[in-house]
């Protein structure tokens, strides 16, 4: 993946190549956390890899290099063989009681699946919130413990990510299915931009004043609560 900071121009606009670049950048990213997440024990190490790919990026304007992943990947393989199970299964539940409720297998009506319906995008808004807390370099218990209390003490921002969520679950649903692997990069730097309070497009262009090495700097912003 190549870095994204590159010159503007004298207006601070960023040319159209840059633009696509990142757009590429995000689609072999998502294509990439989707194959390592294909053995489905791998799908915690490979979603916390990518976010902190992103996380790297949003930050410092490159992406890290190819060892720096695979070596983050390789850490993050045990200790997310739980967290993935436990995705896996409130995932599968979730599903089958939406698939129950909408077929009328199991009682309960429209009301029912509403509720279920919004208490699966809140969930997935939680999580999502954990995943970017995860990518800025915290374990998964403390990554959900934080993201609890952001939620609350945000929720607001909280409700921005289950739309963010929930609008991606809808494009997998209506795009081709070999486009949903691109979708699942670009909807990671969406939770990135979205959770730190800071549009990508506006992250790269705020840093247009220095240099340094040959490369424009891109601050810091604020973590999540």
């Given at each position: 993946m190549a870095s994204r900071?590159?010159?503007?121009?004298?207006?601070g606009r960023r040319d159209w190549r840059d633009v696509l670049r990142d757009a590429a950048d995000l689609a072999l990213l998502g294509i990439l956390l989707t194959l390592a997440a294909l053995p489905l024990l791998t799908v915690a190490a490979a979603v916390g890899t990518a976010s902190a790919a992103v996380h790297d990026w949003t930050r410092t304007g490159s992406w890290p290099s190819a060892r720096t992943t695979v070596r983050r990947f390789g850490r993050a393989v045990p200790p997310g063989v739980p967290v993935s199970l436990l995705a896996l299964a409130v995932a599968g539940l979730l599903a089958a009681d939406l698939a129950a409720l909408a077929t009328g297998r199991v009682p309960g009506g429209p009301v029912a699946l509403l509720v279920t319906a919004l208490v699966t995008a809140g969930l997935a808004g939680y999580a999502g919130l954990a995943v970017v807390e995860v990518g800025g370099g915290g374990r998964w218990r403390e990554a959900a413990r934080s993201a609890a209390r952001a939620c609350l003490d945000a929720p607001t921002r909280w409700a921005a990510l289950t739309g963010v969520v929930a609008l991606a679950g809808l494009l997998a649903v209506l795009v081709t299915p070999v486009a949903v692997p691109i979708l699942a990069g670009y909807t990671l730097a969406a939770l990135h931009?979205?959770?730190?309070?800071?549009?990508?497009?506006?992250?790269?262009?705020?840093?247009?004043?220095?240099?340094a090495g040959g490369r424009r700097s891109v601050p810091t912003y604020p973590e999540s609560p």
């Open positions: 900071a590159e010159p503007v121009d004298a207006a931009a979205v959770a730190n309070r800071q549009p990508i497009a506006a992250a790269v262009t705020s840093g247009r004043g220095g240099h």
